[in-house]
């Protein structure tokens, strides 16, 4: 081999040692790098896996208070069933629920008759208002109803309107005994037949004295009538008339207030109703779709729902003391109704029997005017009163004679 062939191998020998020793720099320098991105990408891979880990205990621990919201949500659902099945079954017509053994009629709550034990009479040997008049009746009239406590009042007013025809006939009477004793007071000063003379002038005389006396007992009379009778009977009309009035319009109030409390709880009702449909709802897209806002969504129902159920249950409260109390003012009321139709017809019954006693009185009366023309006319005598006529009248007693020749 020339020199110059070997230099040229040395160079070659060179530059081939070189590129070798640049490829395993290159090599390690790609090690190096592969390492690098290895230990990268493990360091990420091991973040991923340790947030996803996380995450997935924070889902687990989302989904254990899920599971506790879940079981609260239904022991509070059950609780607040507990606590309104009392009151849902006493609603009557509210989204077609009948409770089997309650019904409501015109806003009053009664027992359904197949399953309501034999209830105790208030008063039961007394046929009383209390006792008889709690439904409310169909108006032959028309098709609506009438309340039980209006036919009541209407007997009262009725009633009512009987006593003031009573003071009307009487009032009528007394005027036609105020005529009847003018009249007769008239009759009495005629001097028709003042001229008949004897026993028969003197009764006759008496007949026309017992016209007058007849006429004072007649006005006094009646005098008597429109005092005792006629006046205490129209006062105790206007009277009557403040009571009916002021007993019409208490029940009527607590009436209307019972129905507005009704209304208003079918209302309650209405909205628990919705509340729970929605709960409802909110928790199937729960069991479909898990995320935090389907969990504050359902959280937000139950809320509205406890809340409607609350309100629901102070609205039957309401209701109940309404009805209660208008339970307690019925029999209060209809008591005092008893009373005063007791109190009215025994007034009247008096007064027809003070009436009465004035007729005997009036006809005792009358029959002492009568008697001294009895006694005089059995005292007249056609041969006494000639007698008398004669002794006053005579002119002679010497009879005339016949002429003799």
């Not at 209006?150 to 003031?164: N, V, Y």
């Not at 206007?238 to 009704?262: G, V």
Request: hydrophobic fraction near 30%.
């Amino acid at each position: 081999m020339s020199e110059k062939e070997f230099r040229m191998y040395l160079v070659k020998l060179f530059y081939d040692l070189k590129n070798y020793i640049r490829e395993q720099e290159l090599c390690s320098k790609i090690t190096d790098s592969l390492q690098e991105m290895k230990d990268h990408f493990c360091k990420d891979i091991l973040e991923v896996l340790k947030r996803n880990k996380e995450e997935i205990l924070e889902v687990k621990e989302s989904l254990n208070q899920l599971k506790s919201s879940m079981e609260s949500i239904t022991n509070r659902q059950d609780h607040l069933e507990d606590r309104t099945s009392g009151n849902e079954d006493k609603i009557y017509n509210l989204e077609n629920k009948v409770d089997p053994t309650e019904k409501m009629i015109n806003c009053v709550t009664f027992l359904h008759p197949d399953t309501m034990p034999e209830q105790q009479l208030l008063k039961p040997t007394e046929w009383s208002y209390c006792d008889y008049f709690w439904a409310d009746k169909k108006d032959p009239q028309g098709n609506g109803t009438v309340a039980g406590f209006e036919l009541l009042l209407q007997k009262q007013l009725k009633g009512k309107q009987m006593q003031k025809e009573m003071s009307e006939f009487d009032r009528e009477r007394i005027k036609i005994e105020e005529e009847y004793a003018k009249n007769l007071a008239k009759l009495s000063q005629n001097f028709l037949a003042a001229q008949e003379e004897g026993s028969l002038g003197k009764a006759w005389a008496q007949v026309k004295k017992s016209l007058a006396d007849k006429a004072e007992v007649h006005l006094k009379f009646s005098t008597k009538l429109h005092s005792e009778v006629e006046k205490p009977l129209m006062n105790f009309h206007e009277n009557f008339k403040k009571d009916m009035k002021k007993c019409d319009h208490h029940i009527a109030d607590l009436r209307k207030q019972l129905t507005s409390r009704c209304a208003s709880v079918e209302k309650s009702w209405k909205a628990l109703t919705e509340r729970q449909r929605d709960l409802e709802m909110k928790t199937q897209q729960l069991e479909i779709k898990l995320s935090n806002k389907t969990e504050e969504d359902i959280k937000k129902a139950w809320r509205k729902s406890t809340q409607a159920g609350d309100d629901l249950m102070r609205r039957v409260d309401l209701y109940n003391q309404a009805q209660s109390k208008w339970f307690e003012e019925m029999v209060t009321t209809t008591l005092e109704l008893e009373r005063l139709e007791v109190e009215r017809v025994e007034m009247i019954r008096q007064h027809l029997c003070q009436h009465t006693q004035l007729r005997h009185e009036t006809d005792m009366f009358n029959q002492s005017t009568v008697e001294p023309v009895d006694q005089l006319l059995r005292k007249v005598d056609p041969a006494k009163d000639r007698e008398l006529w004669v002794r006053e009248h005579k002119t002679g007693n010497i009879r005339p004679v016949d002429m003799e020749i």
